[in-house]
Antibody
Framework: QVQLLQSGADMKKPGASVQVSCRTS????????MHWVRQAPGQGLEWLGR????????DYGQNFQGRVTMTGDTSTNTAYMELTSLTSDDTAVYYC???????????????WGQGALVTVSS | QSVLTQPPSASGTPGQRVIISCSGT????????VNWYQQVPGTAPKVVIY???QRPSGIPERFSGSKSGTSASLVISGLQSQDEATYYC???????????FGGGTKLTVL
């Protein structure tokens, strides 16, 4: 079955960078967009951006332009999300999630990874 | 605040019908298809309705969705205790380009 297995929880100091990985299995990695969504404690969902693993091209949410980079390794079927210049506002659970359905804007998200808690604290 | 507007809470008794609304604009719901996600506390979200009214395999027929103009609705009929969760609507927004979510509606089964 399709599985997205994310890296574990991480703690960073303000100003640092964090990388979260998402190892996939059960489907052809390059055939589906990979999205990243985060959820601050007790808050709603926020889209960070998406990666097209086939082309390597990524586009990012307006709130994260210049601070986030999404990449993929087709040899290991793993997606990566790096977020820089961290502040306490970046404390959240970060999810990778596959985009299903044809058309970049007609997709839905399924399945979701288990989430990776990133805590930013001095 | 969120681009899409949802009521923060909803409730119903077992067997009842509950409607959760999601209000957007002409740049998002007005021109694109809406998806709905269910999130049980401590777990990752799960899609329950995609492309306005499509139900993934494994999702009970009690769940249905619709869209009209710049608003969408999720309907849960025959409410069950396991439906207690937070529900989020989501859609592609053309201005600026990106996926957006509602603030979430916490559903309580009384």
């Amino acid at each position: 079955q399709v599985q997205l297995l994310q890296s574990g929880a991480d703690m960073k100091k303000p100003g640092a960078s964090v990388q979260v990985s998402c190892r996939t299995s059960g489907y052809t990695f390059i055939d589906y967009y990979m999205h990243w969504v985060r959820q601050a404690p007790g808050q709603g969902l926020e889209w960070l951006g998406r990666l097209n693993p086939k082309s390597g091209y990524a586009d990012y949410g307006q709130n994260f332009q210049g601070r986030v980079t999404m990449t993929g390794d087709t040899s290991t079927n793993t997606a990566y999300m790096e977020l820089t210049s961290l502040t306490s506002d970046d404390t959240a659970v970060y999810y990778c999630v596959r985009g299903l359905g044809g058309g970049a804007i007609r997709q839905w998200f399924d399945p979701w990874g288990q989430g990776a808690l990133v805590t930013v604290s001095s | 605040q969120s681009v899409l507007t949802q009521p923060p809470s909803a409730s119903g008794t077992p067997g009842q019908r509950v409607i959760i609304s999601c209000s957007g604009t002409s740049s998002n719901i007005g021109i694109n298809m809406v998806n709905w996600y269910q999130q049980v506390p401590g777990t990752a979200p799960k899609v329950v309705i995609y492309r306005n009214d499509q139900r993934p395999s494994g999702i009970p027929e009690r769940f249905s969705g619709s869209k009209s103009g710049t608003s969408a609705s999720l309907v849960i009929s025959g409410l069950q205790s396991q439906d207690e969760a937070t529900y989020y609507c989501s859609v592609w927004d053309a201005s600026p380009n990106g996926w957006v979510f509602g603030g979430g509606t916490k559903l309580t089964v009384l």
